[in-house]
């Protein structure tokens, strides 16, 4: 939104940059200008502060493409033409001198804020329509102060960060490290909005908000699925044909004890209540997936021994089922 005091300051001067500096090299500008005068730098300095908010007021403009145009425009009108007083026409300063030039007529013409030839006719067919409104000595935007830019940031978390929650410290592009509290059970690619963690406002309102995009590392035992956590067991032949108690891992805790029925097959899932992931939507449980472990070497004792149970055991196909579903 276009103000009066565009007329008495040049935004291009405050950065040190040209009028047809390109959007890249003025946010590279920004940037370095910014780390040098934020208030966090320069802690009890005035000046600095001064200065912050001065190039923050002025690439809060020039790099908005539709402000930058309409700063442009305004500048254009040349020096001295750009206060207004409550004086009538010919007065020094007033409105027929600023329009007389740009419009080529004559100072000696009055002008009121009504009619089809009015004060905001003139500006709305400048800067592209209305949201001026008037007051003593010039204009004011008919909005409240600006609200600093959002930014965007990424962090990689490792599994067990992710799924029990922590405090991490990020380092943004400009100003100090900041501190973000990560939610327990945030999943990989989540989107967490920090409130406030923006940039600051260029005039004294509200600063931007900060949208944090959380990656988290695999884990080489534990998957995810939902709230529930996944981990394959390796049982043994003897294991799984006789029933056993064996040791499953918990994620960050002590391994938990699980029975093994007797004829336990492979794939078959045992379950452990309250083990999984916790959030504000519940709590998951931890699902183990047996998974029979063939001995790829025998002695031969444990051969003629495996050799003797083959011989007792009934002669019958386990694929039988199988081979006559496909033959349909």
């Known amino acids: ?70 700063y442009d425009q305004m500048r254009a009108m040349g020096p001295g033409r750009a206060r207004f007083t409550a004086g009538g026409p010919g007065q020094a300063g007033g409105f027929d001198d600023v329009f007389g030039g740009m419009f080529g007529q004559g ?37 409240g102060p600006t609200k600093g830019r959002d930014l965007t ?14 405090t991490v410290r990020l380092q943004p592009a400009d100003g100090k490290p900041i501190s973000v509290k990560i939610p327990a059970g945030v999943k990989d690619g989540q989107k967490i909005r920090l409130k406030g963690k ?29 709230l529930n956590l996944r981990v394959d067991v390796p049982v043994t032949f003897t294991e799984a044909t006789l029933g056993a108690t064996i040791e499953v891992p918990t994620l ?7 029975k093994v029925a007797p004829g336990t097959p492979s794939g078959r899932v045992l379950r452990v209540k309250g083990r999984g992931v916790t959030t504000s939507k519940g709590v998951g449980d931890l699902l183990a997936t047996v998974q029979v472990a063939v001995p790829a070497h025998l002695s031969a004792d444990a051969r003629a021994a495996l ?22």
Do not use: C
């Not at 978390?157 to 929650?165: E, K, M, N, S």
């Not at 923006?198 to 939902?226: I, M, Q, Y």
């Not at 960050?252 to 699980?258: D, F, I, R, Y």
């Open 1 to 70: 939104m276009a103000s009066q005091d565009w007329f008495d300051k040049d935004f291009y001067a405050v950065l040190g940059v040209s009028k047809d500096v390109s959007q890249a090299d003025l946010k590279k500008t920004y940037r370095k200008l910014a780390r040098t005068y934020h208030p966090d730098s320069n802690p009890g300095d005035a000046a600095a502060e001064a200065k912050f908010k001065e190039i923050s007021e002025a690439n809060a403009v020039l790099s908005d493409p539709e402000q930058r145009k309409e």
């Open 107 to 143: 100072n000696q013409r009055g002008y009121s804020t009504g009619g089809n030839a009015g004060f905001e006719d003139i500006f709305g067919g400048l800067f592209g329509g209305g949201g001026f409104g008037q007051s003593s000595g010039g204009f004011r935007g008919a909005g």
């Open 153 to 166: 940031a990424t962090t990689t978390l490792d599994f067990l960060t992710a799924i029990q929650g922590d």
């Open 198 to 226: 923006g940039e600051p406002s260029p005039d004294g309102g509200a600063p931007g908000d900060l949208t944090l995009t959380v990656s988290v590392r695999k884990h080489p035992v534990f998957d995810r699925d939902g």
């Open 252 to 258: 960050g805790g002590e391994p938990v004890k699980l």
């Open 307 to 328: 050799e003797k149970f083959a011989a007792l055991q009934p002669d019958e196909n386990p694929r039988a089922e199988l081979l006559a579903k496909a033959r349909g």
